[in-house]
Nanobody, 115 residues
Framework: QLVESGGGLVQPGGSLRLSCAASGSISRFNAMAWFRQAPGKSREFVASVMRDGSTSLVNSVKGRFTISRDNAENTVGLQMNSLRPDDTAVYYC???????????WGQGTQVTVSS
């Protein structure tokens, strides 16, 4: 249901924009978010956007990353600026809906920050 795109190789200080496309309307999702998993590490929260538009970011990306939700296009984006080598990871799109909560994950997209 969730398909990520936009990953790739970028030099330190560069930018990338990730996009997550959902099948059907994203208005049904209570929350949409991005997580990432670096080699040898557990998956970690990066950013979220709620149905009401409120956002949350992990401290390490504040001031560099922006999450946005486009209900008309049924996508959620992650604009990543001033990328650093420690941002290298597979980035996953996440969405949740309903009670009891149903969780959905995308297949992941690789982001590599290297010179």
């Amino acid at each position: 249901q969730l398909v990520e795109s936009g990953g790739g190789l970028v030099q330190p200080g560069g930018s990338l924009r990730l996009s997550c496309a959902a099948s059907g309307s994203i208005s049904r999702f209570n929350a949409m978010a991005w997580f990432r998993q670096a080699p040898g590490k557990s998956r970690e929260f990066v950013a979220s956007v709620m149905r009401d538009g409120s956002t949350s970011l992990v401290n390490s990306v504040k001031g560099r990353f922006t999450i946005s939700r486009d209900n008309a296009e049924n996508t959620v984006g992650l604009q990543m600026n001033s990328l650093r080598p420690d941002d290298t990871a597979v980035y996953y799109c996440y969405a949740s809906e309903g009670r009891p909560r149903a969780d959905y994950w995308g297949q992941g997209t690789q982001v590599t920050v290297s010179s």
